[in-house]
């Protein structure tokens, strides 16, 4: 079963058991550089949540795709960057499609009017998703700064995080049945 939800402090071991399973290739994508798992416990460790919005993807209860939106400043600015990952059995699902749609909605409905990813100029699945929400791009000595502008929410995004949250609480409201039936 597929649950995509918020993720919440107490993800934080999930989180990083996700990060763990990522490839070197995968590592180097998401962090810019090659990195090692003390590296991924410490980035896991330093999440400031009361800054950032997660959201995962929870495949037969376990995480294997994330995504975090980090507010740029002190406050809930209009301005925010978005980092995601995808386990590499789980990529070209739409997990990452589906966690990027999420956090969009969810900034957009929180008064962000732009939201950034940085990454490395030869991570294609990172762009091609990025293109599905049309963003500008800037292409600098192999780093990458895709720019998606965001509308000021309305009736239709509000909905659709609303929808997002009672797809979450049904999907889990049916697993704890079936959790029990077994």
């Not at 998703?129 to 720019?147: Q, Y």
Request: proline share 3%; charged share 25%; aromatic share 10%.
């Amino acid at each position: 079963m597929i649950v995509y939800r918020r993720l919440w402090p107490t993800d934080v071991n999930a989180y990083h058991t996700h990060l763990i399973r990522l490839t070197p290739e995968q590592r180097h994508y998401r962090f810019g550089g090659m990195v090692d798992d003390g590296f991924l416990e410490r980035k896991t460790g330093d999440i400031d949540w009361m800054r950032c919005l997660g959201f995962g993807c929870f495949v037969d209860g376990e995480l294997r795709g994330a995504v975090f939106l980090i507010r740029a400043h002190n406050g809930w600015p209009d301005e925010a960057e978005l980092a995601i990952t995808v386990e590499a059995a789980f990529e070209g699902r739409g997990i990452g499609t589906q966690l990027a749609r999420r956090a969009i909605t969810q900034s957009r409905n929180r008064g962000v009017r732009r939201v950034t990813l940085f990454c490395l100029s030869d991570n294609y699945r990172l762009m091609a998703l990025a293109r599905k929400f049309d963003p500008k791009m800037t292409v600098d000595h192999g780093d990458a700064e895709l720019t998606i502008d965001l509308s000021p929410a309305d009736q239709i995004s509000y909905a659709e995080e609303a929808l997002g949250l009672m797809e979450t609480t049904l999907s889990s409201f049916f697993e704890s049945i079936g959790a029990k039936a077994a």
